[in-house]
């Protein structure tokens, strides 16, 4: 070899090495940060002596949240005044958003059929035990079903935590609760779980806070708090949405407390998976799974989509509380904004439908539950805020999408969901990725949905961790 070609092979070699060194930089697996668990949310100073504090606060206290009938009595005179709604364009039906002559079909149900049965609906609300204890400063509410010991009886036990997002609430879980819970027992069913569904902060009954910087990531530290504070050391995560993200935090900030992560809407948001979802497409069925290769491609029909629907996205991540503002006590404006959600998300193709679709999947009376939650508890603006948080610059500086989450991890599909991400994307960020399944019927809130086959997922996920890990039931 020449001196002129060993220069030439040292300064490729240099340079390669420069390049691969900077292209780790950009995309290469990180450490996970460390975060604060005692960081304060709430509207006080932070105690001093923050053990007192958590001895002081640490009572969980039970509740049964009644609304005056006063309140129920107002809204029915929200509702019954003149709707001055613009109506549709001719041959439009959800295109342009929420169909304006079907909001009045609906406001008319709501006030008419729904209000009139409320003290029946909110004995539904509160057929779980509702709880609130303090986190950081912040009132928490949840539900935590316990198994009682005769119940145990040749199953295997463990605790789950549900974590819902938005436009959604507790109200989602309902009936997967009941199943994963086994309140009416089946003796063929081997698994039975501790169930605990919490209100995320600035959601339904958890208190906002009126500090910025709660973010996901302090949200995540929030939930795990709690679980500890109930007494869960180690657990299950399901969640979808916001839910899906808080429960991958979890998992990768605390990855000793968590037996397995589940999720209807695996996402990996790294510039590693972007560019590996971009070169895929060039030949998508070498990377997607055979017969499920329209979840993922074409990529344009996908941006497309997103591009539509995610103009409410840019709105609460950059003025929530002007959003918030439009909607709070207008109870017309804030079912259409939510509702609206449970159409397109559920199906795309119901946009062309005058009802949006909305009664093929859901009953209006659980739709209505959800939205009455926002309503009564007046959270939609500090709901929203969570938007904003996610991509404040420290949020981002995080780079939680760049460190690697080591527990076991499932991903369910439901074709209608806003988007998807191939197992090739994933597995940079979810190392252990044992479950991939895929459905074509359901969409974004597979919960509330399709409650039997989201369980059906989950025990099946359950089954692969027992199978591959050592866990212990209690």
Known sequence: MSPVTRLLVL?????????????????????????????????EEQPKDYEA??????????????????????????????LRLTPPLEGVAFEYGFNSDYLKE?????????????????????????????IQGLRMHFFNLMVYDENKVGKKHYPVLLLHGWPGSVREFYDLIHMLHQTNLDPNNKYIFNVIVPSL???????????PGL????????????????????????????????????????????????????????????????????????????????????????FSYLLEESGYFHLQATKPDTVGAALTDNPVGLAAYILEKFSTWTNASYRSLPDGGLKKRYKLD???????????????TT??????????????????????????????????????????????????????????????FAAMELPKVLYKDFIDFVKKVESKFKIESL
């Open 366 to 380: 659980a739709l209505f539950d959800n939205v009455m939650i926002y309503y009564l508890t007046n959270s939609i």
């Open 201 to 211: 902060p600035g959601y339904g009954w958890s208190q906002g806070t009126s500090r």
């Open 383 to 444: 709901s929203q805020r969570l938007y904003a948080e996610a991509y404040t610059k420290e949020q981002q500086e995080l780079n939680l999408d760049r460190v690697p989450t080591l527990v076991p991890t499932g991903c369910a599909r439901f074709k209608g969901d806003i988007m998807h991400f191939l197992d090739l994307q994933l597995k940079d960020k979810y190392k252990n990725l044992i479950h991939s399944s895929y459905y074509r019927r359901g969409g974004h």
């Open 53 to 82: 504090y958590l001895s002081n606060t640490s009572e969980v206290i039970g509740n049964r949240l009644l609304y005056p009938e006063t309140t129920i009595q107002d809204l029915i005179k929200q509702l019954n005044r003149t």
């Open 215 to 302: 973010g996901p990531a302090q949200m995540a530290v929030m939930l795990r708090n709690l679980m500890l504070r109930l007494g869960y050391n180690k657990f299950f995560i399901q969640g979808g949405d916001w839910g899906s993200i808080l429960g991958s935090h979890i998992a990768t900030l605390y990855p000793q407390n968590v037996l397995g992560y589940h999720s209807n809407m695996c996402n990996n948001l790294s510039p590693k998976s972007q560019v590996k979802g971009l070169l895929a497409s060039v030949w998508p069925s070498l990377f997607a799974p055979s017969g499920f290769v329209d979840f993922f491609f074409p990529k344009s029909k996908e």
């Open 11 to 43: 300064l490729l070699a240099i340079g390669g090495g420069m390049f691969y060194k900077r292209l780790n930089q950009l995309w290469g697996d990180l450490p996970p940060p460390t975060l604060d668990a005692q960081q304060w949310w709430g509207d």
């Open 106 to 134: 609906l406001v008319a149900y709501w006030r008419d059929d729904y209000l009139p049965r409320w003290r029946e609906r909110e004995v539904f609300l509160w057929q779980f035990n509702h709880f609130t204890t303090e």
